[in-house]
């Protein structure tokens, strides 16, 4: 992938080494993903599944581009440690508001890496006895998979490197970039 250099962002350019997916990559495969999700649950009236807060902006701007009635509702986990980097059991801290018993929910996911996350999800949500279940997810990064999830709608596979923005956070910080990048090493360094 060629490297593009990012564009100003105010206070937050300057952290930023390189961009994997410019805002115009990213929008237009949420497009397509959206195609193929509404041939799916057409006349389903499916729930859309996300968990909080990583996946805003990708829900925001799939639902925008759904032409199909959808509900959506969102759940949070947090990781035991409170690394989100870290391996290891997650624990729900919010859960859905909707019933989900006999519907079509589709669970969409902004990143997947080992893919321990999303099993503890779909096997909680599974025991709910939904009509159907399946994955969305944008970012898809397989080198580091311990749990093989079957992914019915994949944006992009990217590299085993930490990337933030369109969601995505280190510190909670970031998160409002319109692209996906990396961050300079020196970001990394402790300072909280
Ligand atoms: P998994 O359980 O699949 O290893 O990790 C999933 C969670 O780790 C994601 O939901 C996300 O919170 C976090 N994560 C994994 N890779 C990245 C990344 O490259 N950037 C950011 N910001 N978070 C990530
Ligand atoms: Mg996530
Ligand atoms: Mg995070």
Redesign the pocket.
Known sequence: MSRIHPPEFGDLSPDISEILLTENQIQQRVGELAGEISELYRDKNPVLVG?LK?VLFFMADLLRALPIATEVDFLSVA?YGGD??K?GP?RLVKDLETPIEGRHVLFV???????????YLLRTLKARQPASLEVCVL?N?PT?R?IDIPLRFKGFD?PD????GYG???HEKYRNLPFVGLLKPGVFSPKL
């Open positions: 968990v990583g990781n989100s980097r391996q997650v996911e902004d990143v997947i890496d080992t893919g321990l996350t999303l099993n970012f990064k580091k311990l990217i490197r930490f990337v933030v995505l956070d280190f």
